[in-house]
Structures are given as structure tokens and as C-alpha cells.
């Protein structure tokens, strides 16, 4: 993922552009570059690396103009080097294009191009729009078509049908330096109106200090930019007239606060966004109230969830409790594979997509295919029903999908997800409460598991006590895991252990520290460890065992007692336990229903993963190789 930034007004571009791109560094940060026009001249600067770099660069080099466009870098195409950063460039050095995405046929072209003499300098499928764009003026212009912001956004419309892939775009030119055209398709783009300037970026926490009034770009879209005003167009070029919408509240503004880090600060943001959830979900004398229409529930037979990384791991969670709590039979794909080998079809189907920025490009493919082909089987029982749950209901889901779920966590800078985890994961305690009260009573498929409304009503009053229980957890569980993160400095692979709800609670453990320390982890059904991965194990290889009475208990501790008999140091996630010489060290947890335990167990994970990875010394919140969403499939 990349982010693009864009501006047309009147005052200087380059450091609005900055400060837009410093906002939208989560999206990508291997490198950075903008282009500004003036004096009938094209002003790119580049650099390789984090933000910082490029800003340097401008206090040194400058960048006038008041029209101009940025991009900050998750590599796709080429390597995170200086050559392959945006803007790129067409032949002549006077029009440059920012993309944000992946132009699928890039080679295709970029051959075709290259028949017709244009020299590549970079390795990216960006690099073919600028020449695109270039051959297209220069063909109106033999015809006799003058240099205007019409002729920009005319070539531009007449090249975008030759681009396949998803992409959002942003184009200036020398010769017009009062125009920008930028143009989105299947990549997020939106437009921010200040006062007789506009700014277009890929997220709103690069407009929220800019304005309040932004445009979201529909799928197609393409608009012409002038200090006076915008042209919208769709796909067909036909004029389009939409009212602007308002940003409300504070959680578009990224503020690290007194924390080190945003991870950190997100981690102990966790009991606000419990109790955010409890007020508006959980309310006292009902047992659960969702913004859901009905119709996300009538005659639901089957469920089946498509997310990718963490969020499938709350998906996992949140499967267990709907055949546990509501015994819907229900499924977890990894998005990116059930696209290309889905399922055969089953009726009375609900399909829920899980992805915290909503932009994750294998997420709404994945849902996107199964929305057409249950859309072209014209059954009724068929039909597609299509539930997100997400934390920007702005976003593409919210377009693509009938029914949303806001999480309402905030925004989320850290790269690791935090809180946006345990707002997923309570969504789906939501869901399935929900799920199981209208389930009661029924027979056969789709039946309630046999949980009375009375159990159903201690396990919602217990969550209303979640906040409180979350923030004495992650107030004693910092400093333990502060203090221990030193006993991981020289360790290469440690094994996280946990079994049934716990399970994903393991492998998000272990994911949360592959990602920030580079450490490797796997996170492994502590039953299954016997069936080969425990040859792994000696004392160079630390174990953490999740470990919550309940169904699987005495088995978790038995299992953790075959590791320590292969030397493994053993960090146990547990309340007090039965035999207190198993542990070397304890991260203890209050007593709690088991089913409720992933709310707490993950703490200790995101916390141990981030202090070991502090202690490292190593960038938290932008680990290596990695973006906030992946917006490429
Ligand atoms: O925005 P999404 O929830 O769809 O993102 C999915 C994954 O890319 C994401 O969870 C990733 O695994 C995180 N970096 C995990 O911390």
C-alpha cells in the first residue's frame, strides 16, 4: 500500500504535500517523493527511505509552486530504491503521475511502449502512465488541441481504459500548472475543499488537519482540479454532482500522545475502546444491541468469514463463538486463497468480511467474487448477504458491502494491530450473542447450541465489566513484559501455545511479534506440537502457553509440561495454576469464562511482542517490508 497526496490552490504546494505525506507514512515508508509545477517547469524531488529523507531534501533543493503531488512507497514493482520512488516522469521531464495500487498489465504496455522508443528508468508499472499520458498530448497537440486544463484531464479519461488493476492516481503537468487530475479505481481517493484549494489524499488523517469537507471518490471516478473548483466525471465521462460530506470527531488526527510509540499508546487504548463498545452495544436490559438490520440474520443456515492477518485471527475467534454460542456452522478463509478455490455455493449463506482500514485489497476481492456469483445464480435462497466489520466504515468495504459493523476503535497508526483486534473481537461477541438470542428454542440446522437466555445474560454483563478488568491488565502486564523483554534479546524463534478459543490467540501472538522484532514465531494448537514441531524445542527456544481453565485446561498444562521436559523456558499465560513450579514466568490473568478469555489473553501478547521488539531497539510502529493495509492483491 501507498499513499498519495495532491494539491492545487494558492499557497506554496510543498509543504502542504509534506505534511500530507507524514500522515499517510503508516501506509508505506520505503520512499517518498513529490512534484510541484511552476514557471512552466516540473520540480520532483525524491528520496529513498523514511519521510525524513525527502523532507531534507526539500530544506535544501526547495519545490515551488502551488499545484503539486506526493506519494509515500510500499514496494511493489522494483525495488524501495530512488529511482523507483514516485512521481514518475514522462520523456520530456514536464508531467508526472503518483499512483497508488497495481497496474496489472504494466509489461503489456510497458513493451509496447518501448517498440514505440520510450526509455524506462525505473522497474515500476507506474512509470507506464506518464508516457501514456505524454503520447496522448502529443497526439492532440499535432492535432491542433492547445495546452489546457481540458486537454490534461481529456488525455488522462483516454488512457484510463487501458490500465487493468486497481489504482488511484494523481497527474500534473508543466504546461497547465493550474490543473490536477486525479483519478481512482478500486483504490481509495479522497478529496478535501478548503478555502479555494483542494487536497486529495488516500486517507483522511492527511485532510483532517486541512479540512473537514471531504469527497469520497466513487470507483471510476476521475476529477478535474482547478484553484475554482472541482469537475467530477465517471467512467463514461459523463459530469457527476455529489455533495461533499463532514469528517466528524477527533479520530481522523494520528497523536502519538506522551506514549514512545503509537503501538504502545494504541495497546493501552484498548479499555476505552471496550468501554466505547460495552455503552453503545451492551446496554443494561437488553443483552445486546447491534445497528444491524434483521435481514442480516433471518434465515441464516451458514457463515462463512474472509479475512487476511490479524483480522483473521478475531475471525477465528469469532467462528468459534458463533457454532459455540449459536451453533451456526461456520467457516474462516484466508481471503487471498478463496478468491482463486471458493467453496462450492450453500443457500441461506451469510458472508462476512473482516478488515480494520477496510481497504485490504485480498478482502474485498474475496468478497466482491462472492457477491457476483451468488448474484448471478438469480435464487433467492442464494442471494448474497454481505456483513464488514470494520473500523473505517468510510472505506471501500463500506461501499462494496449491505451491512456494516463499525468497530469505532480510533485510529489506528501502529502498523501491528492493537486495539483494532480487540474491537473485531468484540464485534463478534456482539454478533454472536445476537446471533444465539434469536436463535433460541429453533430446531434443527442453524439451531441454538442449547445456551439459555440466562447463560447468554452473564456472559453480556460480564463483558460490561471488560473495561475495568482491561485496564488494570494492561497497567501491570507493561511493566512485567518491559521487564522481560530483556530475556529475548539473543532469541531467534520462540513457540506461542494456546488451544480451542485460544488458539488464534497464539498464532496472533506470534504474528504480533514476527512483525515488529523479526523474531521468528509460530503459533501452534499446543495439542499438535507432539506430531513433529516439538523437535524443536530445546532451551534456546522460549514457549508461551496460553493457558485458561475451562475445557481444554488440564490438556494445555500437559502439553506445556512436555515442553518444559525438553528445556524450553516456559512463559505461561494463566491465572494461578495448579502447579506452580511448571512456569519459569507467569503473566497472570483474573479469573474468567473461557469464552471470554481472548479479550484478556491477547494483552500479554501485544505486549511482550512489543517490548522485546522496543528493547531491540527496532521501529514499532513501522516494521520492515510491511504497510498499515495492503491495497495490492
Ligand atoms: O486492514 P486489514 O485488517 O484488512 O489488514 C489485514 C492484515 O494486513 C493486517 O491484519 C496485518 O496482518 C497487520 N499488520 C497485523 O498486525
Given at each position: 500500500?501507498?499513499?498519495?497526496?495532491?494539491?492545487?490552490?494558492?499557497?506554496?504546494a510543498?509543504?502542504?504535500?509534506?505534511?500530507?505525506?507524514?500522515?499517510?507514512?503508516?501506509?508505506?515508508?520505503?520512499?517518498?517523493?513529490?512534484?510541484?509545477?511552476?514557471?512552466?517547469?516540473?520540480?520532483?524531488?525524491?528520496?529513498?527511505?523514511?519521510?525524513?529523507?525527502?523532507?531534507?531534501?526539500?530544506?535544501?533543493?526547495?519545490?515551488?509552486?502551488?499545484?503539486g503531488?506526493?506519494?509515500?512507497?510500499?514496494?511493489?514493482?522494483?525495488?524501495?530504491?530512488?529511482?523507483?520512488?514516485?512521481?514518475?516522469?514522462?520523456?520530456?521531464?514536464?508531467?508526472?503521475?503518483?499512483?497508488?495500487?497495481?497496474?496489472?498489465?504494466?509489461?503489456?504496455?510497458?513493451?509496447?511502449?518501448q517498440?514505440?522508443?520510450?526509455?524506462?528508468?525505473?522497474?515500476?508499472?507506474?512509470?507506464?502512465?506518464?508516457?501514456?499520458i505524454?503520447?496522448?498530448?502529443?497526439?492532440?497537440?499535432?492535432?491542433?488541441?492547445?495546452?489546457?486544463?481540458?486537454?490534461?484531464?481529456?488525455?488522462?479519461q483516454?488512457?484510463?481504459?487501458?490500465l487493468?488493476?486497481?489504482?488511484?492516481?494523481?497527474?500534473v503537468?508543466?504546461?497547465?500548472?493550474?490543473?490536477?487530475v486525479?483519478?481512482?479505481?478500486?483504490?481509495p481517493?479522497?478529496?478535501?475543499?478548503g478555502?479555494?484549494?483542494?487536497?486529495?489524499?488516500?486517507?483522511?488523517?492527511?485532510?483532517?488537519?486541512?479540512?473537514?469537507?471531504?469527497?469520497?471518490?466513487?470507483?471510476?471516478?476521475?476529477?478535474?482540479?482547478t484553484?475554482?473548483g472541482?469537475?467530477?466525471?465517471?467512467?463514461?465521462?459523463?459530469?457527476?454532482?455529489?455533495?461533499?460530506?463532514?469528517?466528524?470527531g477527533?479520530?481522523?488526527?494520528?497523536?502519538?500522545?506522551?506514549?514512545r510509540?503509537f503501538?504502545?499508546?494504541?495497546?493501552?487504548?484498548?479499555?476505552?475502546?471496550?468501554?466505547?463498545?460495552?455503552?453503545?452495544?451492551?446496554?443494561?436490559?437488553?443483552?445486546?444491541?447491534?445497528?444491524?438490520?434483521?435481514?442480516?440474520?433471518?434465515?441464516v443456515?451458514?457463515?462463512?468469514?474472509?479475512?487476511?492477518?490479524?483480522?483473521?485471527?478475531?475471525?477465528?475467534?469469532?467462528a468459534?463463538?458463533?457454532?459455540?454460542?449459536?451453533?451456526?456452522?461456520?467457516?474462516?478463509?484466508?481471503?487471498?486463497?478463496?478468491?482463486?478455490?471458493?467453496?462450492?455455493?450453500?443457500?441461506?449463506?451469510?458472508?462476512?468480511?473482516?478488515?480494520?482500514?477496510?481497504?485490504?485489497?485480498?478482502?474485498?476481492?474475496?468478497?466482491?467474487?462472492?457477491?457476483e456469483?451468488?448474484?448471478?445464480?438469480?435464487?433467492?435462497?442464494?442471494?448474497?448477504?454481505?456483513?464488514?466489520?470494520?473500523?473505517?466504515?468510510?472505506?471501500?468495504?463500506?461501499?462494496?458491502?449491505?451491512?456494516?459493523?463499525?468497530?469505532?476503535?480510533?485510529?489506528?497508526?501502529?502498523?501491528?494491530?492493537?486495539?483494532?483486534?480487540?474491537?473485531?473481537?468484540?464485534?463478534?461477541?456482539?454478533?454472536?450473542?445476537a446471533?444465539?438470542?434469536?436463535?433460541q428454542?429453533?430446531?434443527?440446522?442453524?439451531?441454538?447450541s442449547?445456551r439459555?437466555?440466562?447463560?447468554?445474560?452473564?456472559?453480556?454483563?460480564?463483558?460490561?465489566q471488560?473495561?475495568?478488568?482491561?485496564?488494570?491488565?494492561?497497567?501491570?502486564?507493561?511493566?512485567?513484559?518491559?521487564?522481560?523483554?530483556?530475556?529475548?534479546?539473543?532469541?531467534?524463534?520462540?513457540?506461542f501455545?494456546?488451544?480451542?478459543?485460544?488458539?488464534?490467540?497464539?498464532?496472533?501472538?506470534?504474528?504480533?511479534?514476527?512483525?515488529?522484532?523479526?523474531?521468528?514465531?509460530?503459533?501452534?494448537p499446543?495439542?499438535?506440537?507432539?506430531?513433529?514441531?516439538i523437535?524443536?524445542?530445546?532451551?534456546?527456544?522460549?514457549?508461551?502457553?496460553?493457558?485458561?481453565?475451562?475445557?481444554?485446561?488440564?490438556?494445555?498444562?500437559?502439553n506445556?509440561?512436555?515442553?518444559?521436559?525438553?528445556?524450553?523456558?516456559?512463559?505461561?499465560?494463566?491465572?494461578?495454576c495448579?502447579?506452580?513450579?511448571?512456569?519459569d514466568?507467569?503473566?497472570?490473568?483474573?479469573?474468567?469464562?473461557?469464552?471470554?478469555?481472548?479479550?484478556?489473553?491477547?494483552?500479554?501478547?501485544?505486549?511482550?511482542?512489543?517490548?522485546i521488539?522496543?528493547?531491540?531497539?527496532?521501529?514499532?510502529?513501522?516494521?520492515?517490508?510491511?504497510?498499515?493495509?495492503?491495497?495490492?492483491?
Amino acid at each position: 500500500m501507498c499513499g498519495i497526496v495532491a494539491l492545487i490552490g494558492s499557497r506554496e504546494a510543498a509543504p502542504q504535500l509534506l505534511d500530507g505525506l507524514r500522515q499517510l507514512e503508516y501506509r508505506g515508508y520505503d520512499s517518498a517523493g513529490i512534484a510541484t509545477v511552476e514557471g512552466g517547469r516540473l520540480h520532483c524531488l525524491k528520496a529513498e527511505g523514511k519521510l525524513v529523507n525527502l523532507s531534507a531534501r526539500y530544506e535544501q533543493h526547495g519545490a515551488p509552486g502551488q499545484c503539486g503531488i506526493g506519494h509515500t512507497r510500499w514496494a511493489t514493482h522494483g525495488k524501495p530504491e530512488e529511482r523507483n520512488a514516485h512521481p514518475h516522469l514522462d520523456g520530456s521531464g514536464e508531467l508526472a503521475v503518483v499512483q497508488n495500487g497495481i497496474i496489472e498489465n504494466h509489461r503489456t504496455l510497458r513493451e509496447s511502449l518501448q517498440a514505440e522508443g520510450v526509455t524506462f528508468l525505473s522497474d515500476t508499472d507506474t512509470e507506464v502512465i506518464p508516457h501514456l499520458i505524454a503520447l496522448e498530448l502529443k497526439a492532440r497537440s499535432d492535432a491542433g488541441e492547445a495546452a489546457s486544463a481540458n486537454l490534461l484531464l481529456a488525455a488522462v479519461q483516454a488512457v484510463l481504459p487501458q490500465l487493468h488493476g486497481a489504482y488511484a492516481l494523481a497527474v500534473v503537468w508543466a504546461r497547465c500548472p493550474g490543473a490536477l487530475v486525479v483519478a481512482r479505481h478500486q483504490a481509495p481517493l479522497l478529496i478535501g475543499l478548503g478555502e479555494g484549494e483542494f487536497l486529495c489524499a488516500s486517507d483522511t488523517p492527511a485532510l483532517a488537519g486541512f479540512t473537514r469537507t471531504i469527497l469520497p471518490m466513487e470507483d471510476g471516478e476521475v476529477a478535474l482540479l482547478t484553484p475554482l473548483g472541482i469537475e467530477l466525471y465517471d467512467s463514461a465521462g459523463q459530469r457527476v454532482q455529489r455533495t461533499p460530506t463532514l469528517l466528524t470527531g477527533t479520530e481522523h488526527v494520528a497523536d502519538k500522545r506522551s506514549f514512545r510509540h503509537f503501538m504502545l499508546k494504541e495497546i493501552h487504548e484498548q479499555p476505552e475502546t471496550a468501554a466505547l463498545w460495552v455503552a453503545r452495544h451492551l446496554p443494561e436490559g437488553a443483552l445486546v444491541a447491534l445497528p444491524l438490520d434483521e435481514s442480516v440474520y433471518t434465515g441464516v443456515e451458514r457463515i462463512q468469514i474472509l479475512a487476511c492477518g490479524t483480522s483473521r485471527h478475531a475471525a477465528q475467534v469469532g467462528a468459534y463463538l458463533l457454532e459455540q454460542l449459536a451453533g451456526i456452522p461456520t467457516s474462516v478463509f484466508y481471503a487471498s486463497e478463496f478468491r482463486y478455490a471458493p467453496p462450492p455455493l450453500t443457500p441461506h449463506m451469510l458472508t462476512i468480511g473482516v478488515t480494520q482500514s477496510g481497504e485490504t485489497a485480498d478482502t474485498l476481492a474475496a468478497l466482491a467474487m462472492e457477491q457476483e456469483r451468488r448474484q448471478s445464480l438469480e435464487d433467492p435462497a442464494y442471494a448474497p448477504r454481505l456483513l464488514g466489520i470494520t473500523n473505517r466504515p468510510e472505506s471501500s468495504l463500506g461501499r462494496l458491502v449491505g451491512h456494516l459493523l463499525d468497530i469505532g476503535a480510533g485510529i489506528e497508526v501502529g502498523v501491528a494491530a492493537t486495539k483494532t483486534f480487540l474491537g473485531q473481537l468484540l464485534a463478534f461477541y456482539g454478533l454472536a450473542l445476537a446471533f444465539a438470542e434469536r436463535r433460541q428454542g429453533q430446531d434443527g440446522p442453524g439451531a441454538s447450541s442449547g445456551r439459555s437466555i440466562a447463560e447468554l445474560q452473564a456472559l453480556a454483563s460480564q463483558l460490561r465489566q471488560l473495561p475495568g478488568l482491561l485496564q488494570a491488565l494492561v497497567h501491570d502486564h507493561d511493566q512485567r513484559c518491559a521487564e522481560l523483554a530483556h530475556l529475548f534479546a539473543d532469541t531467534q524463534d520462540v513457540i506461542f501455545l494456546g488451544r480451542g478459543i485460544n488458539y488464534p490467540i497464539a498464532m496472533e501472538g506470534a504474528l504480533k511479534l514476527k512483525e515488529i522484532s523479526y523474531i521468528h514465531a509460530e503459533g501452534y494448537p499446543a495439542g499438535e506440537m507432539k506430531h513433529g514441531p516439538i523437535a524443536l524445542l530445546d532451551a534456546r527456544v522460549p514457549v508461551v502457553s496460553i493457558a485458561v481453565p475451562g475445557t481444554v485446561f488440564d490438556k494445555v498444562l500437559s502439553n506445556a509440561q512436555e515442553a518444559k521436559a525438553r528445556d524450553a523456558q516456559l512463559i505461561g499465560v494463566a491465572p494461578a495454576c495448579p502447579d506452580t513450579t511448571l512456569f519459569d514466568v507467569l503473566l497472570p490473568l483474573p479469573e474468567t469464562d473461557e469464552l471470554l478469555s481472548p479479550l484478556l489473553t491477547v494483552i500479554p501478547m501485544q505486549l511482550l511482542s512489543y517490548h522485546i521488539a522496543a528493547h531491540r531497539g527496532l521501529d514499532v510502529d513501522q516494521p520492515r517490508n510491511l504497510a498499515k493495509s495492503v491495497t495490492v492483491e
